[in-house]
């Protein structure tokens, strides 16, 4: 079975504004009410109850047409998630500016947070994610290595007078030890700091910045005129905001080119700055925030469920691998080391045949126009067709010009 989807949007605050957002072209292959002075942040592909996507032409639920024909997914992926409901959701992303600093929980936790707070936390699944950078993208992704935040405390004179000389100290004495409880104690130092403490370090940061420009931070490679313009740039988003702190001084900043992937663990922080993705998660829509973000805050929870992991900012990137279920074109294949979900990028400007997979499939079309042949049926594509494929689909994509598309797939 072969179909194409209508899929829903989000409007969040921080999405790109009308014509610049991939969001926005994509969703006018299905609606005519898009506006240039609206935001656009998400395209919704899945099954989750918060926004299912429907089948063309008949409107039908994807759920409900899943649940209803179950060899869709077949028994193995029944029995592990349940009827009607695909492992994972498809996401386009189109960032204006920085979404919350945030993490998600893993399964344990999340059946705890839904438990005890339905309203904040809908779901009881765990939210790993991974994305694709369809546009240059930057973000945040995990805890800097502890030598680069030391260096911050040292030559970044409001990041030490925000946490304190006692937790300073405690800091550079455990940071080879025990980095996990350094980093814990540290964290958790800036996340509660007093409001008015942390305005007044945020302010005296962002002219510190405005004013040594590639002289922020001393001479670190890691410091200088790119950091000095990243805090300013979220400043203006989020003025004085903790977020400058938790997430400039003690994160990775990562940048992605077209085409390059990174994956986001289970209670891993990060926040996504700037660009367009594709982006896959587990069936969940569970985010514990903490910075950067007018909408529920809950620091408690998020300090106490990170991992407190921490390394380069390169060991957040994703290697791509062949795959031999797609003949023709030049493919790359993510595999995440979790169970719900591969990716795919495929790129083609010849015919090439998509082989039957052992779990079902949704794929948008980035780029290109041409035709998908299954069976006796021929379905046309362009720029934001969003198609499922059954368990055990066999098509053959023929473009008319040079495609990409990106394939989420239910097969490990």
Request: with cysteine; glycine share 8%.
């Amino acid at each position: 079975m072969l179909s194409r989807l209508n899929c829903g949007f989000q409007q969040y605050d921080w999405g790109k504004l009308g014509a610049q957002s991939r969001v926005a072209k994509y969703a006018r292959t299905n609606t005519d009410t898009i506006r240039d002075d609206e935001p656009y942040a998400e395209l919704w592909m899945g099954t989750h109850p918060k926004m299912c996507s429907t089948l063309i032409p008949s409107g039908a639920s994807l759920r409900a047409e899943i649940e209803a024909h179950p060899e869709y997914m077949g028994d193995a992926l029944i029995e592990k998630y349940g009827p009607g409901e695909l492992p994972f959701l498809f996401k386009v992303l189109s960032i204006r500016k920085p979404l919350s600093i945030q993490a998600h929980p893993d399964k344990a936790l999340a059946k705890q947070l839904r438990a005890s707070d339905p309203k904040n936390y809908p779901d009881d699944n765990h939210k790993p994610e991974m994305a694709i950078a369809l546009t240059p993208f930057e973000g945040f992704c995990g805890f800097r290595p502890v030598n680069e935040i030391a260096w911050f405390l040292d030559h970044v004179p409001e990041f030490a007078e925000l946490v304190g000389d006692d937790v300073v100290k405690q800091f550079k004495h455990t940071m080879h030890t025990d980095s996990h409880k350094a980093l814990h104690v540290l964290f958790n130092a800036v996340m509660t700091a007093d409001d008015l403490l942390i305005e007044e370090m945020a302010k005296r940061l962002v002219e510190r910045a405005t004013l040594e420009g590639a002289n922020f931070a001393g001479s670190a490679d890691f410091g200088g005129a790119k950091l000095a313009s990243l805090l300013v740039r979220c400043n203006n988003d989020f003025p004085l905001d903790v977020g400058l702190f938790c997430g400039g001084l003690m994160l990775n900043y990562v940048e992605l080119n077209a085409g390059e992937a990174m994956f986001l663990a289970a209670k891993v922080p990060h926040a996504y700055i700037s660009g367009d993705i594709v982006e896959c998660m587990a069936a969940s829509d569970n985010v514990v925030r903490s910075g950067f973000t007018p909408k529920f805050k809950d620091v408690k929870n998020l300090v106490a469920m990170l991992t407190y992991d921490s390394g380069p900012a390169d060991e957040q990137k994703m290697k791509p691998l062949s795959d031999d279920h797609v003949i023709g074109g030049e493919v790359k294949l993510f595999n995440p080391p979790i169970d719900e979900f591969v990716l795919l990028e495929h790129k083609a400007d010849q015919k090439s045949v998509f082989k039957p997979r052992e779990g079902p499939a949704i794929f948008i079309t980035t780029e290109g126009t041409g035709e998908l042949i299954y069976k006796n049926k021929t379905l046309e594509y362009a720029p934001g067709f969003v198609f499922f494929a059954a368990r055990g689909t066999e098509f053959t994509l023929v473009p008319k010009t040079a495609t990409t598309s990106y394939h989420a797939v239910a097969d490990k």
